[in-house]
C-alpha cells in the first residue's frame, strides 16, 4: 500500500504558493547588490524589489497553471473526439498580480502549512463591487485540525454541495475515509471524473487552479435496499429507545415508556431486531402475564402503549420497516482505504426517503454513536481516521427532546478522540443547538439571506460568533456570489485563524449524478454485497413470546379441562350418593313393585349420564366457555 502522507496533493492545492525561502533569497540579492544604498531608504528600497519579483514570481506560476489546466482540457476533449471544445474552453490569461496587501499576507501567513485541505483562494474587494482573487493567498483546513469538527452553512444555491464535494475528493486523496449522504443524487457524481468548460476552466484559472478531471473511490450504500447501493441495515436493539423515540416522533412520557419496552426485552435476553419484534413485545406486556412482569418496574400504560403501536404502524406504512433487521452494518466497514492509500468515500444515497427526514437522520446519528462506541481511542492525530459529513443537519434537531439532544452533544464531544471529524451541513447556523455549535472549531459560510425579521436575526447572531475583523460582515455575508464563502478555521495550534473571503475551487470530479450503470458496476464489483445484500430472519423476540404465548395457551386449556373434569366428576359423585339413599329408604306404596323401582331408577341413570355426556364434550372441544 502506497503511503497515504506521500499522496499527490489536489489541483487546488498547487494555486501560486511562492516558497519563502525565495522571498529571502530575493531581498540578500538585493542587498548584496546595493552596498552603497542609504540606511534611511534601504528598507523601503529593498521591500519594493521583492515584492516585484514576489509579483513576477507569481505571474509566471499563475500562468502556468493556467496553460497546465488548457493542456488537460485539450487532451481530455480530444480523446473524447471533440477538439473544437478544447479549443472553446482555452482559459483567457491571468492577469499580473500585485504585490499582496497587508491583509492578504496576514491571510496567507496564517493558513499556511505543508498538511491542509484546500479550499480556496482569498478575494479582496468590495462587498457588492469589484473582487479579485489573490492566487498566492490560498486557503485551507489543517487535517489534523478535523477531529475539532466543522460547518458548512449556506442559503439554497449558494454551493454547499460543491464545498462538500470538493472536501470529500480532497480528503479521499489525502488518504482520509470519508462518510457523505447523497439526498438528491448529485454526489454520486464523485465517482466519475470531471467534464471540462470554457467557464470552469476559466473559474480555475483565475484562482490559479490547476483543474484536470478524476475521480475518487466510492462505495455506494443504501438504507434497506431502497435504492441500488449495498443495503444498509440496524436492528431496534441497536438503534436503541432515544434514537427510534426520535424517529416515532414520540414525547417524553412515551420515550421513557418505550425504554422500560427495551430494558426488559434486554434483561430477558429478547432480540429486537425488526418493528414486528417491538410490537409483539409490546402486545406481550399489556397481556396479563407481561403485566405481572412489569409491575415490579413501573408497569406500562395502555394508553401509551397505544400510541407507541399506532406510530409503529405509521412507519410501517411508509416503508420504515425496511431499515431493521439482520444483517446489521458494521460500522467499520467505513473506515477502508485503497490499496493505493486513497480514502473511500462511502455515499449513502437518499433519494428514496427524502420524505421521510426524521428517519434517516436520526440514522446517520445512529451510525456516529455506534462509531463512537466501537473505535478505539487514539487521542490527537496528525490526520483524521474518518470524516463525516451530516447533511441537511438541522432535520436532526427539529422536535429533538432533551435527552436526545443531551446524547448528541456528548457523542460530538467524545468522538473526537476516536479520531473522527463531524462536518455539519445545513442552511444556518442557527438550525444547530448552541451546546453543538460551540463544538465546531472551523466554518465554511456561504451567503445568508436576510429576507424577514427572524432571517435579519439570525444574521446578526452569525456575526457575532466570529472572531474580530475588518470585514463588515453583515453585509459581505449577503452579497457573496456562488461559490464564494467566508471561512475561518483552527490553524495548526488550535488558534482561530483570520476571517477569509474565498472564493471555493472547483470540484474535479462530475458535478452530475453519476449514470445509473456506473453506480451499478460500482455495487455489483463492491466486495461488501455478499455481506449485506440478502436479508436474514433468525429467532427473534416474536418467535420466542409468540411460542410463549401458545405455550401458555395450551397449558391454560389443560388446566381449565381438568378443572372442568373434576367439578364434573364431584357433581357425578354427588348424584350418585342421593340415588343411592333414595333406593334404600322404606317403600311408601305396596302397589310399587321391584320391577317399577328399577325402571324409575334406570331411567332416571340414563337421563343424568345424557347431561353430563353433553357438558363433558363441550368442555373438550372449548365451547362452554363461548
Known amino acids: 500500500m502506497r503511503d497515504a502522507g506521500r499522496l499527490p496533493a489536489p489541483s487546488c492545492a498547487r494555486a501560486a504558493h511562492v516558497p519563502e525561502a525565495y522571498d529571502r533569497l530575493m531581498v540578500d540579492d538585493d542587498s548584496r547588490s546595493t552596498p552603497s544604498t542609504p540606511a534611511t531608504g534601504a528598507p523601503d528600497l529593498l521591500a519594493l524589489r521583492a515584492a516585484a519579483a514576489h509579483a513576477t514570481a507569481e505571474a509566471a506560476e499563475a500562468r502556468a497553471a493556467a496553460t497546465r489546466a488548457a493542456l488537460a482540457a485539450a487532451e481530455a476533449a480530444d480523446a473524447a473526439g471533440t477538439p473544437e471544445v478544447a479549443e472553446q474552453a482555452e482559459p483567457p490569461a491571468v492577469p499580473e498580480p500585485a504585490a499582496l496587501s497587508q491583509h492578504a499576507a496576514s491571510v496567507r501567513a496564517a493558513y499556511a502549512g505543508s498538511d491542509v485541505l484546500p479550499l480556496g483562494v482569498l478575494l479582496e474587494g468590495d462587498a457588492g463591487g469589484t473582487v479579485a482573487p489573490v492566487p498566492s493567498a490560498t486557503i485551507g483546513l489543517p487535517l ?359 472564493r471555493v475551487c472547483a470540484p474535479t470530479s462530475s458535478m452530475r449524478p453519476a449514470p445509473d450503470a456506473t453506480l451499478a458496476e460500482i455495487v455489483a464489483a463492491s466486495p461488501l454485497r455478499a455481506r449485506y445484500a440478502e436479508r436474514l430472519d433468525p429467532e427473534s423476540a416474536h418467535e420466542v413470546l409468540t411460542a410463549r404465548a401458545r405455550t401458555q395457551e395450551a397449558d391454560d386449556l389443560e388446566d381449565r379441562q381438568t378443572e372442568e373434569l373434576e367439578q364434573m366428576q364431584e357433581r357425578l359423585d354427588a348424584e350418585a350418593a342421593a340415588a343411592r339413599e333414595r333406593t334404600a329408604a322404606p317403600r311408601r306404596s305396596s302397589r310399587s313393585g321391584s320391577s317399577g323401582i328399577g325402571g324409575g331408577l334406570d331411567a332416571f341413570l340414563r337421563s343424568a349420564g345424557s347431561a353430563l355426556g353433553r357438558e363433558i364434550t363441550r368442555s373438550v372441544f372449548g365451547t362452554r366457555r363461548r
Open 144 to 502: 489534523s485540525m478535523l477531529t475539532r469538527h466543522g460547518l458548512v452553512a449556506g442559503a439554497t444555491g449558494t454551493g454547499k454541495t460543491r464545498t462538500l464535494q470538493l472536501m470529500t475528493e480532497g480528503l479521499s486523496r489525502a488518504g482520509v475515509p470519508v462518510f457523505v449522504t447523497d439526498i438528491k443524487g448529485d454526489l454520486s457524481g464523485l465517482a466519475v471524473a470531471g467534464e471540462p468548460s470554457e467557464k470552469l476552466l476559466a473559474r480555475a484559472a483565475s484562482i490559479g487552479q490547476a483543474w484536470s478531471p478524476a475521480s475518487v473511490p466510492v462505495e455506494v450504500y443504501s438504507l434497506g435496499g431502497l435504492g441500488t447501493g449495498v443495503p444498509v441495515r440496524t436492528t431496534v436493539t441497536d438503534m436503541g429507545p432515544l434514537l427510534l423515540s426520535k424517529v416515532l416522533g414520540l414525547n417524553e412520557t412515551q420515550e421513557s415508556s418505550l425504554g422500560l419496552v427495551f430494558y426488559w426485552a434486554d434483561r430477558n435476553g429478547l432480540a429486537l431486531l425488526d418493528l414486528t419484534d417491538l410490537q409483539t413485545t409490546i402486545a406481550y406486556l399489556l397481556s396479563d402475564d407481561g403485566k405481572a412482569e412489569l409491575k415490579a418496574i413501573g408497569g406500562l400504560s395502555t394508553a401509551t402503549a397505544g400510541v407507541i403501536l399506532r406510530e409503529i404502524v405509521t412507519l410501517q406504512a411508509q416503508g420504515g420497516d425496511v431499515f431493521f433487521g439482520e444483517p446489521a452494518f458494521s460500522t467499520a466497514d467505513l473506515v477502508r482505504t485503497t490499496d493505493d492509500g486513497a480514502g473511500i468515500v462511502s455515499a449513502l444515497e437518499l433519494p428514496e426517503v427524502h420524505d421521510r427526514p426524521a428517519l434517516f437522520s436520526t440514522f446517520l446519528m445512529w451510525l456516529l454513536a455506534d462509531l463512537f462506541h466501537d473505535m478505539p481511542e487514539v487521542g490527537d492525530v496528525e490526520r483524521p481516521r474518518l470524516v463525516f459529513f451530516f447533511d441537511e443537519a438541522h432535520l436532526l434537531f427539529t422536535g429533538a427532546s432533551p435527552a436526545f439532544l443531551a446524547q448528541v452533544v456528548q457523542t460530538v464531544r467524545l468522538v473526537r478522540s476516536k479520531g473522527v471529524g463531524i462536518v455539519f451541513v445545513t442552511q444556518s447556523p442557527k438550525d444547530i443547538p448552541s451546546d453543538v455549535l460551540a463544538q465546531l472549531g472551523n466554518r465554511v459560510q456561504h451567503a445568508l439571506r436576510a429576507f424577514t425579521p427572524d432571517d435579519a436575526a439570525a444574521l446578526r447572531a452569525a456575526v457575532r460568533t466570529y472572531p474580530t475583523s475588518s470585514y463588515d460582515l453583515a453585509a459581505l455575508l449577503q452579497s457573496l456570489g456562488t461559490g464564494e464563502a467566508v471561512v475561518t478555521v483552527l490553524d495548526e495550534h488550535g488558534v482561530p485563524s483570520p476571517v477569509a473571503w474565498t
